[in-house]
């Protein structure tokens, strides 16, 4: 349970408290829903560049308009956002691309097609982060073979490695409250679930963003997060340890 209250000066002293215990304090961050170009996304580049923030940029292969590749930088990887972001769910089921009664083999072919779209664009890193953040366990074993090797969700994780040859680095901070009218969560929410994970996550702790649903605090509470001393921001490349394969 998260506290309110917290500030700036709080999260600074854990971190310090932090890295005095020799634990490095490593943040990364991911994006999702991108697909077109348009000012949203356009001030997300720019607030990446302009603070040589790494950013991990996950894009709806179905809905991707080359435009947006366009306005890409160095700084940015690009991930697979399921394929085409479509609510499959059951009734009583809650919201995912990837329904219970969807046949594997059916799931499995639809993300092989969202990465071949994805496959050769610059910075793209084969790493699925999964529409509303979720995914069916029975899946996992089946994404090494169709060429995907990370997945990134939401929350704590059990595992490193929940299927051989595929590594998971998922997000904790999701800095929209989706069930308050699709706002900035709060400046102190924020930094207390932030501290939260500081506290029991020794991997990188990941922050959540949506450009297109953004408020003025949550660029505001952004612009503040990224001048933050003491941390390092990996990228996605780095957070999942990953190489691009050689090309002869």
């Known amino acids: 349970m998260t506290r309110a209250g917290v500030t700036w000066v709080d999260l600074a002293a854990e971190i310090q408290r932090r890295s005095d215990a020799g634990r490095a304090v490593e943040f990364w961050w991911r994006d999702d829903d991108a697909s077109v170009p348009n000012g949203e996304v356009e001030r997300l580049l720019e607030l990446s560049r302009s603070h040589r923030m790494p950013l991990a940029l996950a894009v709806i292969p179905q809905q991707a308009d080359a435009g947006l590749f366009a306005l890409l930088h160095e700084h940015v990887a690009v991930l697979q956002h399921g394929t085409d972001h479509r609510n499959r769910a059951a009734a009583g089921e809650k919201k995912t691309e990837y329904p219970a009664a969807e046949p594997v083999a059916a799931a499995?072919?639809?993300?092989?097609?969202?990465?071949?779209?994805?496959?050769?664009?610059?910075?793209?890193?084969?790493?699925?982060a999964p529409p509303w953040n979720r995914m069916r366990k029975d899946l996992l074993d089946r994404l090494p073979g169709i060429g995907i090797r990370g997945i990134s969700a939401y929350g704590p994780q059990a595992r490193r490695?929940?299927?051989?040859?595929?590594?998971?680095?998922?997000?904790?901070?999701?800095?929209?409250?989706?069930?308050?009218g699709k706002c900035f969560a709060g400046e102190d929410e924020m930094l207390a679930l932030a501290l939260s994970h500081l506290r029991s996550t020794d991997g990188p702790i990941g922050w959540l963003t949506h450009h297109a649903v953004h408020d003025a605090a949550a660029w505001d509470f952004l612009e503040r997060l990224f001048t933050v001393r003491g941390v390092r921001w990996l990228s996605a490349a780095e957070a999942f340890s990953y190489t691009a394969p050689a090309h002869g």
């Open 108 to 128: 499995v072919a639809r993300i092989s097609e969202g990465l071949k779209k994805l496959s050769s664009v610059s910075g793209f890193i084969p790493v699925l």
């Open 161 to 180: 490695e929940p299927a051989p040859g595929l590594r998971q680095v998922n997000t904790h901070v999701d800095i929209v409250a989706w069930r308050r």
